[in-house]
């Protein structure tokens, strides 16, 4: 599997970005794909993921990304989105997605992904 993120940019605090992340391999479907981020001097910190659809295709979020951030996949397009509104400086990281087939219970942490893409930048500016 082969991922690579994209849409990342510089943006005002309040404002909006939409990420993308495109897959490519066998058993797409098999895969929860998650979005992490990770600043300077962190660890990778869990973002938002949605499970496959054997496992219900649902999307779950880490708190700091609720209500503001949105995560969907279009399996026709191999692809996986992250529509960010109301950004806030504390969102400026490197964001990368992530592939996996761990348990649902195991879904936040990084270290359950197996494959990963490139990130892409985001700069939030207050």
């Known amino acids: 599997v082969q991922l690579q993120a994209s849409g990342g940019g510089l943006v005002q605090a309040g404002g909006s970005l939409r990420l993308s992340c495109a897959a490519s391999g066998n058993n797409l479907r098999n895969y929860h794909i998650g979005w992490f981020r990770q600043s300077p001097g962190k660890e990778r910190e869990f973002v938002a993921t949605?499970?496959?659809?054997?496992?219900?295709?649902?999307?779950y979020y880490a708190d700091s990304a609720k209500g503001r951030f949105t995560i969907s996949r279009d399996h026709a397009k191999a692809a996986t989105y992250l529509q960010m509104n109301s950004l806030k400086p504390e969102d400026t990281a490197i964001y990368y997605c992530?592939?996996?087939?761990?348990?649902?219970?195991?879904?936040?942490?990084?270290?359950?992904?197996?494959?990963w893409g490139r990130g892409t930048l985001v700069t939030v500016s207050s």
């Open positions: 949605i499970s496959r659809p054997g496992s219900g295709g649902n999307a």
């Open positions: 992530g592939a996996s087939q761990v348990a649902l219970s195991g879904i936040g942490r990084a270290s359950h992904y197996v494959y």
